[in-house]
C-alpha cells in the first residue's frame, strides 16, 4: 500500500528566505506524485507532477520538486518565499493505471504542512 | 471554463439529521472523486466514479453515506443520519484524462459540522 509522509505540520520562513517542504513516500511500485496547495478560503490546486518523466519537475508560482527514488522523496522548495505563499501544502501519490488493473486514480495524502512567512 | 463547484460551501445540522452534498464537475470530465479531511487528519479518499458507475468506493466509511452521479454530471454525496464524526470538509475533484498524468482539479470543498 502506498503512504505519505510530510515532515512538520508548520513550518515559518522568513521573507525572501528557501522555502523547504519535506514529503517521503511509500510505495512498492514507482508512483506519481503531486503538490497541491490550499489558499485560505480556497479549494486545492495543482502546484506540480512527477509522472516519470523528468525527476526535477518545476510547476506554478516559482515553486519545483525533485523524485529521488533512492530517498523516496518529493520534497519541495523555492528559493525565495513571498508573503503570498503562505498557505497549507499538501503532498500527494497515486499509482500509474497499469498498476490499477482498470480501477485508478484516487490520491493518497499526506497530512499537509502549513506554511507562514514572516515578513 | 468553469471549475469544479461544490453546494453548499458550509452546513451544519444537528446529529440524526440528513444532509445532501452537491458537485459539478468540469464539463466533460468523466471521472469524479468524493474527498474527506476530517479536523487534524490528511485528506482521505471516499470514492471514484467513471461517469455514472462507482468505479472504487473502498473509502466510503460506512452505509450512512450514499453517492450517486446520475447522467454522468454532477454528483451528490447524502450523509444519513449524520453522526458527529463526520464533520469535517469534503471535497470533490474531477479529471478528463487520467493517462494524462491523474491531474485532478479540486472544488472549494463543503465544511460540514454534525453538532
Known amino acids: 500500500a502506498q503512504s505519505v509522509t510530510q515532515l512538520g505540520s508548520h513550518v515559518s520562513v522568513s521573507e525572501g528566505a528557501l522555502v523547504l517542504l519535506r514529503c517521503n513516500y511509500s510505495s512498492s511500485v514507482p508512483p506519481y506524485l503531486f503538490w497541491y496547495v490550499q489558499y485560505p478560503n480556497q479549494g486545492l490546486q495543482l502546484l506540480l507532477k512527477y509522472t516519470s518523466a523528468a525527476t526535477l519537475v518545476k510547476g506554478i508560482n516559482g515553486f519545483e520538486a525533485e523524485f529521488k527514488k533512492s530517498e523516496t522523496s518529493f520534497h519541495l522548495t523555492k528559493p525565495s518565499a513571498h508573503m503570498s505563499d503562505a498557505a497549507e501544502y499538501f503532498c500527494?501519490?497515486?499509482?500509474?493505471?497499469?498498476?490499477?488493473?482498470?480501477?485508478?486514480?484516487?490520491?493518497?495524502f499526506g497530512k499537509g504542512t502549513k506554511l507562514s512567512v514572516k515578513p | 471554463e468553469a471549475g469544479v463547484t461544490q453546494f453548499p460551501s458550509h452546513s451544519v445540522i444537528e446529529k440524526g439529521q440528513t444532509v445532501t452534498l452537491r458537485c459539478d464537475p468540469i464539463s466533460g470530465h468523466d471521472n469524479l472523486y468524493w474527498y474527506r479531511r476530517v479536523m487534524g487528519k490528511e485528506i482521505k479518499f471516499l470514492l471514484h466514479f467513471v461517469k455514472e458507475s462507482k468505479q472504487d468506493e473502498s473509502g466510503m466509511p460506512n452505509n450512512r453515506f450514499l453517492a450517486e452521479r446520475t447522467g454522468g454530471t454532477y454528483s451528490t454525496l447524502k450523509v444519513q443520519p449524520a453522526e458527529l464524526e463526520d464533520s469535517g470538509v469534503y471535497f470533490c475533484a474531477s479529471s478528463q484524462d487520467l493517462s494524462r498524468g491523474y491531474e485532478q482539479y479540486f472544488g472549494p470543498g463543503t465544511r460540514l459540522t454534525v453538532t
Open positions: 500527494a501519490v497515486t499509482l500509474p493505471t497499469r498498476h490499477y488493473g482498470g480501477s485508478q486514480g484516487n490520491l493518497i
